[in-house]
């Protein structure tokens, strides 16, 4: 496998490696081109790179580049390395063959995709209330439980937050059920906490998960690009996950529609999100103290709409 390049028709041949998933001749590509070859992959169309990350997960090994899926530790680390897919210096949640495709083609694409944000709430009172490394050790623990959460259903870890993770829903990784795939990540993760021993259950998580269009490619300066998405999207996430009370899950209301759920199982509220003009039909849902069974969170109709500060 050292030094396989991917061509666009998925035929492996020997090479440098450097554009698994691009079909780019003779330099690089327009900006149109490069934006149309970024959207085959994100979309899941582009056999090279799905082949790549379908290798590599047959492979044992945690974490992973977030882009090929090489592994980074497990006894499968050895032959990432030797195959020019180790960890990037430059980022450590890719690999160096994908970073430097990254730096090769920059840019990116607009399509559909579903984002996950999982926050710890109270994180300043728990620091304040632990030693440094007891507080370490309970992010630490949350990060892997979250991690191996992700992993399971298709998602991207996107990156860590201090007090919390964000991952990335798309088709290349998720399939088209990115949505459903998304809503039941952030269910594993308030579940599996519940279980968890170590201190970990009295964490107080939130999840919050929102899908529609936003920009997924290479973002930052040339040393210091991450593969990342952007866009209200991703914002909305984003508070949604910064409004979630411990043990639930807020869903924008096209998130929970798009992953064909049918009618809500919680409550649906009418909120203003701050800094955005046009209300968000958010879904409310708590897990149980129980073997995770959920229950509407709150009252049993849709209260009036609320601005959220």
């Not at 590509?29 to 169309?45: F, P």
């Not at 860590?160 to 952030?186: C, N, S």
């Not at 409004?243 to 096209?254: N, S, T, V, Y």
Request: hydrophobic share 40%; glycine share 16%; with cysteine.
């Amino acid at each position: 496998m050292r030094g396989a390049r991917i061509t666009g028709r998925g035929r492996r041949r020997q090479g440098d490696g450097r554009d698994a998933g691009w079909r780019a001749r003779g330099g690089r590509l327009s900006e149109t081109a490069a934006s149309e070859q970024w959207r085959t992959i994100l979309s899941g169309d582009d056999p090279g790179l799905r082949w790549l990350r379908a290798t590599w997960r047959r492979v044992p090994g945690t974490p992973r580049c977030k882009v090929c899926a090489a592994p980074f530790q497990g006894p499968a680390r050895l032959l990432a390395r030797l195959a020019l897919h180790g960890r990037s210096p430059l980022n450590p949640l890719m690999c160096g063959m994908c970073m430097r495709a990254l730096r090769r083609h920059p840019g990116g694409a607009e399509i559909t995709g579903s984002v996950l944000f999982a926050d710890v709430r109270g994180s300043t009172g728990i620091a304040e209330r632990r030693p440094p490394a007891e507080y370490r050790r309970l992010l630490q623990g949350f990060y892997a439980l979250a991690t191996a959460a992700i992993e399971r259903r298709g998602g991207i870890l996107d990156k860590f937050l201090g007090d919390g993770v964000m991952a990335l829903y798309v088709p290349l990784t998720a399939g088209r059920g990115h949505a459903a795939q998304a809503i039941d990540t952030a269910r594993d993760i308030l579940g599996d906490l519940r279980r968890a021993g170590g201190g970990l259950a009295d964490l107080g998580v939130g999840c919050g998960v929102h899908t529609g269009e936003m920009f997924v490619g290479a973002l930052g300066t040339d040393d210091r690009l991450d593969f990342s998405a952007l866009g209200d999207t991703v914002n909305v996430a984003a508070r949604l996950g910064s409004l979630a009370e411990p043990g639930r899950l807020l869903a924008g209301l096209a998130a929970w529609e798009a992953a064909g759920r049918g009618a809500p199982e919680g409550v649906v509220r009418r909120q203003v999100v701050s800094g955005r003009d046009t209300p968000l039909d958010v879904v409310h849902l708590e897990l149980t103290p129980d073997a995770g069974s959920r229950v509407p969170a709150g009252a049993a109709g849709p209260p009036p709409a609320q601005p959220t500060r």
